[in-house]
């Protein structure tokens, strides 16, 4: 099955500064790649994804890039803000013809400092 | 929000109560999902429904048992449990048929605690 690795688990930045979290996935198969962020009492929401016919997206201050030969997507936030600070979490997917089957990283907590 | 909606919030049983989970989804999904998630672990897909349809049963415990009445409601029947099931228990749906609609969308989940 799919195995999907993330990094680092815990990152902390500056206000302002830049954040970079860092997964690789194992199936050569899998073609969809959501982010999500999970703050304290809720469940994660998703904030950004991109599918294996690109290989950059971006959103305002946030960006995905994914790499299917050597198969690693990355989630680069920039102008970090306290509000950033949450749980993020990475995973992959590919088309099982019923329903979606997400396998998720272990998560990296980024605490954005004043 | 999200559209789809946990109830209860928070949950405190004993190994010896029965207890069910409720999620519902506001959004015209097809698919539903349950995961656990533990301490630093990943998300742990439990089940997956599709049109009311079991398609997916990760190696859960029989002590857990879903049910999915309509593509709207889904349960999470708690029996005997142990207090290593501990956990945030999240539900999730998705457009359903697998193909570029797999966005997963969360509801805040159920906080379970066993004695």
């Known amino acids: 099955g799919e195995n999907v690795e993330q990094h680092p688990s815990t990152l902390s930045v500056q206000e302002g500064d830049s954040a970079v979290i860092k997964c690789t996935y194992s199936?050569?198969?899998?073609?969809?790649f959501p982010w999500y962020k999970q703050e304290l009492g809720k469940g994660p929401q998703l904030i950004i994804d991109?599918?294996?016919?690109?290989g950059e997206k971006k959103d305002q201050r946030i960006a995905v890039t994914l790499n299917k030969t050597a198969k690693h997507f990355s989630l680069h936030i920039t102008e970090t803000q306290p509000e950033d600070s949450a749980v993020y979490f990475c995973?992959?997917?590919?088309?099982?013809?019923?329903?979606?089957?997400?396998?998720f990283g272990t998560g990296t907590r980024l605490q954005v400092t004043l | 929000e999200t559209g789809v909606t946990q109830t209860p919030r928070h949950l405190v049983m004993g190994m010896t109560n029965k207890k069910s989970l409720k999620c519902e989804q506001h959004?015209?999904?097809?698919?539903m999902y349950w995961y656990k998630q533990s301490a630093k672990k990943p998300l742990e897909l439990m089940f997956v429904?599709?049109?009311?349809?079991?398609?997916e049963n990760n190696s859960v415990p029989s002590r857990f048992s879903p049910e999915c009445p309509n593509s709207s409601h889904l349960f999470l029947h708690l029996h005997t449990l142990q207090p290593e099931d501990s956990a945030l228990y999240l539900c999730?749906?998705?457009?359903?048929?697998?193909?570029?609609?797999?966005?997963?969308?969360f509801g805040p989940g159920t906080r379970l605690l066993v004695l």
């Open positions: 199936d050569s198969a899998s073609n969809y």
């Open positions: 429904y599709s049109l009311e349809e079991r398609v």
């Open positions: 995973a992959a997917s590919k088309n099982t013809g019923t329903a979606s089957k997400l396998t």
């Open positions: 959004l015209g999904h097809n698919a």
């Open positions: 991109i599918r294996s016919n690109v």
């Open positions: 999730a749906s998705s457009q359903g048929g697998g193909g570029l609609q797999e966005t997963q969308y």
